[in-house]
């Protein structure tokens, strides 16, 4: 890894006093630069690509972009979400239901209909391990048909009450509920998650908290979009006055 001695020539362009962070370029490469190449706290910068690092210590940018004025883009309310301002409260709501779920409800009448026809065969025969067999199918099929249901009914809320957030899905119960101090609360950030799986990979959006202790707290998990994770953290920090922070490895806007 190489350490440049100074920002003095940003390549590309000269700093002008309003420059955005994309504008800026790494010296040795070219690259521009990101959020998260910017470690505030050392005053570095580091190139994703080449990893050359930068001092940006009363450099170009440094003023510009550092933790007390680095501001992001408004993020425009998502389809399905709804937010509320109830009496000394925030409530942001939003629906689970998408048209995969469709896919699923037809999926999971044939697979538990199949396994209902399977079990009723066997039970008349007399076959009962061909029906112990099918358990687990009968299991995944249940498991199956209660997320599409779910996928129908439920929503989730996030509300800010008496100092307190409360994270809720429902109708059917589903696991992810939790309640968080506001005043434990230091910062909230959206992440991607990518998961590798035998048809390829998926993709979705999470949102996290950092409390003042320094543990980690997922919020929010599932989410289609990066603008619905976005725009979670935006709402929530913005009712808190919780300065924005460049937190590493978070979802750029």
Same mark, same amino acid.
């Given at each position: 890894?190489?350490?440049?001695?100074?920002?003095?020539? &940003?390549?590309?362009?000269?700093?002008?006093?309003?420059?955005?962070?994309?504008?800026?370029? =790494? %010296?040795? =490469?070219?690259?521009?630069?990101? +959020?998260?190449?910017?470690?505030?706290? @050392?005053?570095?910068? +580091? =190139?994703?690509? =080449?990893? #050359?690092?930068?001092?940006?210590?009363?450099?170009?940018?440094?003023?510009? %972009?550092?933790?007390?004025?680095?501001?992001?883009?408004?993020?425009?309310?998502?389809?399905?979400?709804?937010? #509320?301002?109830?009496?000394?409260? *925030?409530?942001?709501? /939003? %629906?689970?239901?998408?048209?995969?779920?469709?896919?699923?409800?037809? !999926?999971?009448? !044939? &697979?538990?209909?199949?396994?209902?026809? &399977?079990?009723?065969? $066997?039970?008349?025969?007399?076959?009962?391990?061909?029906?112990?067999?099918?358990?687990?199918? #009968?299991?995944?099929?249940?498991?199956?048909? /209660?997320?599409?249901?779910?996928?129908?009914?439920?929503? #989730?809320?996030?509300?800010?009450?008496?100092?307190?957030?409360?994270?809720?899905?429902?109708?059917?119960? &589903? !696991?992810?509920?939790?309640?968080?101090?506001?005043?434990?609360?230091?910062?909230?950030?959206?992440?991607?998650?990518?998961?590798?799986?035998?048809?390829? $990979?998926? +993709?979705?959006?999470?949102?996290?908290?950092?409390?003042?202790?320094?543990?980690?707290?997922?919020?929010?998990?599932?989410?289609?979009?990066?603008?619905?994770? @976005? /725009?979670?953290?935006?709402?929530?920090?913005? /009712?808190?006055?919780?300065?924005?922070?460049?937190?590493?490895?978070? *979802?750029? %806007?």
């Amino acid at each position: 890894m190489l350490l440049a001695d100074s920002l003095d020539q &940003w390549s590309g362009s000269s700093y002008n006093g309003t420059m955005e962070l994309n504008e800026l370029m =790494c %010296r040795r =490469c070219q690259a521009p630069l990101a +959020t998260n190449d910017f470690n505030w706290e @050392l005053g570095l910068a +580091t =190139c994703a690509h =080449c990893n #050359t690092v930068f001092s940006i210590e009363g450099r170009p940018g440094a003023a510009l %972009r550092s933790p007390a004025t680095w501001q992001r883009p408004p993020v425009p309310i998502p389809a399905k979400f709804e937010i #509320t301002h109830p009496s000394n409260g *925030l409530s942001i709501s /939003y %629906r689970w239901f998408r048209l995969s779920f469709v896919f699923l409800a037809v !999926f999971s009448v !044939f &697979w538990n209909g199949f396994m209902l026809v &399977w079990h009723g065969i $066997s039970l008349a025969s007399g076959a009962l391990f061909m029906s112990a067999f099918g358990l687990i199918h #009968t299991a995944v099929g249940i498991g199956i048909g /209660y997320y599409t249901i779910a996928g129908f009914l439920n929503h #989730t809320k996030i509300a800010v009450e008496r100092d307190v957030l409360h994270v809720r899905h429902g109708p059917m119960p &589903w !696991f992810g509920n939790l309640d968080l101090l506001v005043g434990d609360l230091e910062q909230l950030y959206a992440k991607q998650v990518v998961k590798q799986n035998q048809n390829g $990979s998926s +993709t979705s959006y999470e949102v996290h908290a950092i409390l003042r202790n320094g543990r980690q707290q997922k919020l929010i998990s599932g989410l289609d979009e990066p603008e619905q994770a @976005l /725009y979670l953290e935006q709402e929530i920090e913005r /009712y808190l006055g919780i300065e924005d922070r460049p937190v590493p490895s978070e *979802l750029p %806007r």
